[in-house]
């Protein structure tokens, strides 16, 4: 009843401050592959794009549909956490590991943001229960179960393949477990879960392979900076106990030589993401499957562990929503009405544009497109070339005389660049777009370009 209790106040706050935290780029970039919906996406597989057209049905294209659903998938992470915890521990150890769950920033603030991974980490936390289930009762019925959610994990996120990784690393390195090698219905569920996955490695083949050729350029040369990045990221975000006790599982399995059941599911996801972090940019939310073992096990720390835990993560909690509610550097000119201007964003676009000509809205950035697209209620294109996504749902095809609306971050000059390509440009001096997601409300300007001569656009 205490946890029912604890969840309930939670989530009521996190539903009355979601008006203060209006939706960020990466919401509204997934939020626009809910109107183009297919079988899979340059960056993601599709379930992101399902779940916002869903929730958009349900509730209307809204800012508060999408945090709903966030906080909702959250709400049912607990209870899979719990469950878990229950059947590995008691109901005491699922209870506190519910509690610490929810009050990490990855999850407390974090959770309130609808992304892929928030998804994922749904599906990758019911696979694992549902891993312990076949651990704790050797029911072969369990592996269909496991091979479906497995499959709606892949649908999620591509970070679900080391589930895979993981379930054979256990296996083999467990000799009680080895028989399942020879059962059938390990290799049916597999079979299970990539009838799942099939349609995103179809469209994958239809169109070479966009998803492995965008994220294979993320690589760079080695970055000690982006390593530190990681293991700071990782602390604040998980809590430096967290943090530490993979690492203590990780000496612990080298000195056994041995890899238990939690070891298994936390390593093998930990440690390819520690390995290319010097490498590529890892987004601290990425490797947070990682943390569902031993978070389970802080469940039945000892009192100190989980005091220190929970104080450090409502002290980077705290931080986090004074400086987003009362610190954050909005726009002079915004002041006072940052919640209000994206409602006035529609009826701006459909002012702006000239009586004569066709108009197309432009952005040169991904996020920004989508936050145009989702407040101003209109289609919306890159530059060609800019991102590969934007390049399938269609390229823009000014013919001489139409004009463009080019919402620009981070490119204050790129007047200079439009000036040669049209009759005439000029820079809105307004601020119209607000949300609180790196220098978009203060390094965003809206270009208005008319009468274009021909050339390529910036």
Avoid at 121 to 144: E, N
Wanted: overall charge positive; charged content about 15%; proline content about 5%.
């Amino acid at each position: 009843m205490n946890l029912a209790i604890f969840l309930i106040l939670l989530n009521l706050f996190k539903i009355a401050i979601a008006p203060f935290f209006p939706l960020i780029g990466d919401e509204a970039y997934y939020w626009l592959w809910s109107q183009h919906l297919d079988w899979s996406y340059v960056d993601h597989p599709p379930m992101i794009a399902y779940v916002n057209y869903f929730l958009t049905t349900l509730f209307g294209n809204s800012e508060i549909a999408v945090r709903l659903g966030a906080i909702g998938i959250v709400v049912l992470i607990s209870l899979i956490v719990y469950l878990t915890g229950k059947e590995l521990y008691d109901k005491r150890a699922g209870a506190m590991a519910v509690i610490i769950f929810n009050l990490l920033p990855i999850f407390f603030a974090g959770g309130m943001f609808l992304v892929p991974q928030t998804i994922l980490f749904l599906f990758w936390a019911l696979s694992f229960y549902l891993m312990v289930k076949i651990v704790k009762t050797g029911r072969s019925s369990y592996w269909y179960l496991l091979g479906v959610s497995v499959g709606l994990g892949l649908l999620s996120d591509y970070i679900m393949a080391l589930f895979f990784v993981a379930t054979g690393a256990f296996l083999l390195f467990n000799r009680e477990q080895r028989f399942w090698f020879s059962r059938k219905e390990p290799y049916l569920g597999a079979l299970l879960s990539m009838l799942i996955f099939s349609p995103v490695i179809f469209w994958n083949i239809t169109h070479s392979f966009p998803s492995l050729s965008y994220h294979g350029e993320r690589a760079a040369s080695l970055n000690l900076e982006k390593f530190l990045n990681f293991v700071v990221l990782q602390m604040a975000l998980y809590t430096p106990l967290l943090f530490i006790a993979i690492f203590k599982n990780l000496f612990d399995s080298l000195r056994k030589l041995s890899l238990n059941l939690m070891n298994a599911f936390s390593l093998s996801v930990f440690l390819p993401f520690a390995i290319l972090s010097p490498f590529i940019l890892i987004g601290g939310h990425w490797p947070a499957a990682a943390y569902l073992p031993p978070l389970l096990s802080s469940g039945k720390s000892k009192k100190v562990f989980i005091i220190l835990t929970i104080a450090f993560a409502l002290l980077v909690n705290s931080l986090g929503f004074v400086y987003y509610l009362f610190l954050y550097p909005t726009p002079k000119e915004l002041v006072g009405k940052e919640y209000k201007i994206n409602q006035e964003l529609e009826k701006y676009i459909k002012e702006s544009k000239p009586k004569y000509g066709r108009t197309l809205i432009l952005a040169n950035n991904l996020g920004l497109a989508g936050l145009i697209s989702f407040h101003g209620k209109t289609k919306i294109y890159l530059p060609p070339g800019k991102h590969p996504q934007y390049d399938l749902w269609g390229k823009p095809e000014l013919k001489k005389g139409d004009n463009l609306i080019y919402f620009a971050l981070n490119d204050r000059d790129l007047d200079k660049e439009l000036r040669p390509l049209f009759r005439e440009v000029w820079r809105e001096k307004q601020k119209r777009i607000f949300t609180k997601d790196a220098d978009i409300p203060t390094k965003t300007d809206i270009f208005h370009c008319l009468g274009f001569r021909g050339g390529k656009l910036p």
